[in-house]
């Protein structure tokens, strides 16, 4: 995932931390501490950038059964480093998260970057179509989403896709190209 410091924020922190879960987590509306024990616990060092995105990973052996993810801070402010921005309006830190990724694994390790397709989207500004080449044969889907994660577009393609977006408003407009096991590439694209 990548992580982001809101500009509203007083606070940053230096640990991210993420819980699975079977069954939906829709009972939180306070502030206390997070009354769950995290499968990953991340230390970054302080994440103060308010302009750039900060990659942040973690690994989680998954027992079965996991449909649900939770990203936060489940320590006590207590056990909780902190640093102060100088701006912000928020008295917590207060992140934006983003590029949210689960990779399967295989045997004892990760899929290595070989066991993925090369992708390519092209150009990042367009005006008409959107290209897409994968360095490997199978089947492929592109997906574009608008700001608000609205699925707009999608086309399945073996190769290569030219993709017409004569519909689609100039703006700003988020892919992912999937095969039929996962998400290989995702990112961000402008129509101008």
């Known amino acids: 995932m990548r992580v982001c410091l809101a500009e509203a924020s007083q606070r940053s922190t230096e640990i991210f931390q993420v819980y699975f879960s079977d069954t939906l987590i829709s009972d939180i509306n306070n502030y206390l501490p997070l009354p769950y024990t995290p499968q990953i616990s991340i230390s970054t ?78 150009p990042d500004v367009f005006s008409e179509n959107i290209n897409v080449a994968v360095s490997r044969s ?10 608000a994660a609205r699925k707009l577009l999608q086309q399945e393609f073996t190769n290569a896709l030219s993709l017409n977006t004569a519909t689609l408003a100039n703006g700003v407009y988020y892919y992912e190209v999937r095969n039929r096991n996962s998400v290989i590439k995702h990112g961000k694209l402008i129509k101008d």
Do not use: C, R
Request: net charge negative; charged share 15%; no cysteine.
């Open 138 to 147: 199978d089947n492929y889907t592109l997906s574009l989403y608008d700001m």
């Open 45 to 122: 060092g302080f994440v103060n950038d308010t302009a750039s995105w900060q990659l942040v990973t973690g690994d989680f052996v998954a027992g079965g059964g996991e449909q649900y993810l939770l990203i936060g801070n489940f320590n006590s402010d207590a056990n909780t480093n902190w640093a102060l921005t100088g701006f912000g309006v928020y008295s917590e830190a207060y992140y934006y998260v983003d590029y949210v990724s689960l990779n399967i694994a295989k045997g004892d390790g990760m899929l290595s970057m070989d066991d993925h397709p090369s992708v390519k989207v092209y």
